[in-house]
T-cell receptor, first 116, second 110 residues
Framework: GESVGLHLPTLSVQEGDNSIINCAYS??????FIWYKQESGKGPQFIID?????DKRQGQRVTVLLNKTVKHLSLQIAATQPGDSAVYFC???????????????FGQGTILTVHP | DTAVSQTPKYLVTQMGNDKSIKCEQN?????MYWYKQDSKKFLKIMFS???????INETVPNRFSPKSPDKAHLNLHINSLELGDSAVYFC?????????FGSGTQLSVL
């Protein structure tokens, strides 16, 4: 079936470095993508989103890039800090059966560890 | 003033028991979800309700029965618990595609 996945399950960086987390998706009909951050013992938290009519979107220290040609999504974190250590998920919204109710499907998740 | 709150946070029980997890959101959202996160951190949707009506029901054993008494609440009842039900269960709500998650209920079936 359709799926959203990640290339790297773990990423270890030094504080101050830039981090890049990648995600591949297979549902070409998806038009909305979201990155979530999950800290230990907490629920996933929204970071940034992007629609399929965009290639790039920037937030505070984070940038999401979307390449629809190769169905690839990435999250860039600038000047990574220890507080950025968490599991990061990409997710896509699909609308099945012609309904307006979206189903959020998550990818595998990448564990980001930031060393001081 | 937690936006999405679920109880209990931890639930330890024996195989064969019946248990419930409660979820409430004070965001005024119409749509609520239950997700299951396994030991490998994979998040899988289980159910979705919109204004008390079931709209998404993934391939989940019928031992799992969601109940939505009103649009601010979505409870999850699980009958005849099995070892494989051990996981973290997350409730979430949404209005405009952005999901807001609760802090999770860690269920351990012994």
């Amino acid at each position: 079936g359709e799926s959203v996945g990640l290339h790297l399950p773990t990423l270890s960086v030094q504080e101050g470095d830039n981090s890049i987390i990648n995600c591949a998706y297979s549902n070409s009909a998806s038009d909305y993508f979201i990155w979530y951050k999950q800290e230990s013992g907490k629920g996933p938290q929204f970071i940034i989103d992007i629609r399929s009519n965009m290639d790039k979107r920037q937030g505070q220290r984070v940038t999401v890039l979307l390449n629809k040609t190769v169905k690839h999504l990435s999250l860039q974190i600038a000047a990574t800090q220890p507080g950025d250590s968490a599991v990061y998920f990409c997710a896509e919204i699909s609308y099945a059966g012609g309904t307006s109710y979206g189903k959020l499907t998550f990818g595998q998740g990448t564990i980001l560890t930031v060393h001081p | 003033d937690t936006a999405v709150s679920q109880t209990p946070k931890y639930l330890v029980t024996q195989m064969g028991n019946d248990k419930s997890i409660k979820c409430e959101q004070n965001l005024g959202h119409d749509t609520m979800y239950w997700y299951k996160q396994d030991s490998k951190k994979f998040l899988k949707i289980m159910f979705s309700y919109n204004n008390k009506e079931l709209i998404i029901n993934e391939t989940v054993p019928n031992r799992f029965s969601p109940k939505s008494p009103d649009k601010a609440h979505l409870n999850l009842h699980i009958n005849s618990l099995e070892l494989g039900d051990s996981a973290v269960y997350f409730c979430a709500s949404t209005q405009n595609e952005k999901l807001f998650f609760g802090s999770g209920t860690q269920l351990s079936v012994l």
